[in-house]
């Protein structure tokens, strides 16, 4: 990469944080692999990770306050979409970058990780595991 780093901007973190929170949950990220490739209705997508519509229609709304993707509405079903091609850039960035040596330096294996970390599979919900309550004693 040979763009120059200038002074800090403040607010341009604060929106690469959000980027990268809203990523950082691995049915979301699964969300933005399919997009990225087609559109696909709510509906489908949810079938897709085998979870309900309501939840998927919350992870696609954190997306889209990221600006990640952009939905179009035809009759009673929305459609949503990655908004541009540096969505994928992003997801295939991230997997170079969980893929490098300790020393920094990405090697010729690189290309081998990101197609193993962005390989076609079911996208799956994570479902939080619930604390149980402290049995009390009568």
């Known amino acids: 990469m040979d763009a120059q780093v200038g002074a800090w901007d403040s607010a341009g ?12 949950d691995p049915t ?3 969300l933005l692999w399919a997009l990225s490739r087609q559109e696909f209705p709510v509906g489908s997508l949810a079938e897709m990770a085998g979870a309900h519509v309501a939840a998927i229609s919350q992870h696609l709304a954190k997306l889209r306050a990221a600006g990640l993707v952009v939905s179009r509405r035809e009759g009673t079903r929305i459609y949503y979409r990655a908004a541009g091609p540096h969505v994928r850039g992003l997801l ?3 997997a170079l970058v969980a893929s490098a040596p300790s020393g920094g330096e990405v090697t010729g294996a690189a290309d081998e990780a990101v197609e193993a970390a962005t390989a076609e599979q079911p996208i799956r919900a994570v479902r939080p595991v619930r604390a149980r309550r402290p049995v009390t004693e009568q």
């Open 28 to 30: 979301r990220y699964r």
């Open 13 to 24: 973190a604060e929106r690469a944080i959000a980027v990268l929170k809203a990523v950082a």
């Open 92 to 94: 295939e960035e991230a």
